[in-house]
């Protein structure tokens, strides 16, 4: 794989105006980089998780007026999409790059997957890297960091995915863009991989797989 890693060009494409100007940026000079990513990655989260990993570059297609402010590719265990199941993401915002573990709210196991998460809070609170955050909805940058949250915190988070209907739940690391550009693309490959060994359990308590 000739994956070249990130450079500013790539984040910049989020501050190009108009819809069709941003989407032939994204389709050209991003949008490349995150199907080598996800050709890479499929085989190392399916050996991680025990289930086949397909991978899904967001297109974007229903969006007619407002250009997206993030991308990513998406890994799930359905070839045919993925914002129904537990699944794992790497995109970009302007600002910075993203690595996560998602269940978001289209989702319609989120209500056992809330509980299997309170029935292991202690186990989970205890075992995510404190420097790694979590994100209440996937379509905004902001995060909590793990360190900033208390075990009463994160089990508020697993009862708000299994009782509310639109509610979501991230978790994963964070990198700012100027690190991002300034890594190599075989650190960052180490890296991202680093954080996929860290959230795959989420995975697999999800669901319930040993």
């Not at 007026?65 to 993401?89: C, E």
Request: glycine residues 6%; contains cysteine.
């Amino acid at each position: 794989m000739d994956f070249g890693g990130f450079t500013n060009e790539d984040f910049n494409v989020f501050l190009i105006d108009g819809l069709e100007a941003r989407m032939e940026a994204l389709k050209n000079t991003v949008r490349p980089k995150l199907e080598q990513l996800g050709e890479y990655f499929a085989p190392t989260l399916s050996a991680l998780t025990g289930d086949e990993m397909f991978v899904h570059v967001a297109k974007h297609a229903r969006r007619t007026i407002n250009p997206p402010k993030d991308t990513w590719v998406a890994f799930a265990s359905n070839p045919r999409g993925y914002k129904m199941l537990p699944h794992f993401q790497i995109g970009l915002w302007n600002t910075h790059l993203f690595v996560w573990f998602a269940v978001i709210y289209e989702a319609p196991q989120k209500e056992m997957i809330g509980e299997r998460y309170i029935k292991k809070a202690a186990k989970i609170y205890k075992e995510i890297p404190k420097e790694f955050s979590w994100s209440l909805d996937h379509t905004k940058p902001d995060t909590i960091k793990h360190q900033q949250i208390t075990k009463a915190d994160l089990l508020a988070h697993f009862e708000r995915l299994k009782t509310v209907k639109k509610a979501e739940l991230l978790c994963g690391y964070t990198i700012d863009r100027d690190q991002v550009i300034g890594i190599s693309a075989d650190g960052l490959l180490t890296q991202i991989e680093d954080v996929f060994n860290k959230v795959a359990p989420l995975y697999k308590i999800a669901l319930n797989i040993k």
